[in-house]
């Protein structure tokens, strides 16, 4: 339960739709399995990871936070701040919606708390039912653009661009030492 709230993936789905409109598709499968590793790898050689290259969680955090800041601009004042690229519909899958959207900088770090206070192979359950969730709810963004129609998207977008724009704002105050 801890890493559905952070991963947020119901939360996510107006950046999801975003991307999908931006890029044309989304590759449900291969931006669940970068999911899955990115966790399952971080949960295992993630604070190793970030010695062998010098960086401090904190740093990482930090990292994180912008790029989710930039994303929540994006959202709130219906801007596009990232040029898009010629091959933006075969990477959108793993930068930005598998990391660090998804399996970000909040996540990581969670993973390593986690690692402190349960068994790893509960841990690796817990990634497991995530990544499945997030595969369903990629799998049918389609439908639930859908569901909501244009309007309820641009309302979503927006009010999900703010509560994004926070969790940037606390993520980066709380790895800040100011």
Do not use: C
């Amino acid at each position: 339960m801890i890493l559905f709230a952070i991963i947020d993936i119901l939360g996510a789905i107006p950046v999801v739709i975003q991307l999908r409109q931006r890029a044309g598709h989304i590759e449900s499968e291969k931006a669940s399995f970068a999911v899955l590793a990115l966790m399952v790898i971080f949960l295992f050689v993630g604070d190793k990871l970030l010695d062998v290259i010098g960086l401090d969680i904190e740093s990482f955090a930090i990292a994180g936070s912008l790029v989710i800041f930039i994303i929540a601009m994006e959202m709130i004042l219906g801007i596009n701040l990232f040029k898009p690229e010629d091959e933006m519909s075969s990477t959108v899958s793993i930068v930005p919606l598998a990391f660090p959207l998804i399996a970000g900088a909040g996540t990581m770090t969670t993973l390593l708390s986690l690692k402190s206070e349960y068994q790893t192979q509960n841990i690796l359950v817990g990634i497991l039912i995530n990544t499945l969730f997030v595969y369903l709810v990629l799998k049918n963004v389609a439908w639930l653009e859908r569901l909501f129609g244009k309007t309820g998207i641009n309302i979503l977008r927006k009010a999900f661009g703010i509560i994004l724009l926070a969790i940037a704002i606390k993520l980066f105050r709380s790895n800040t030492h100011l």
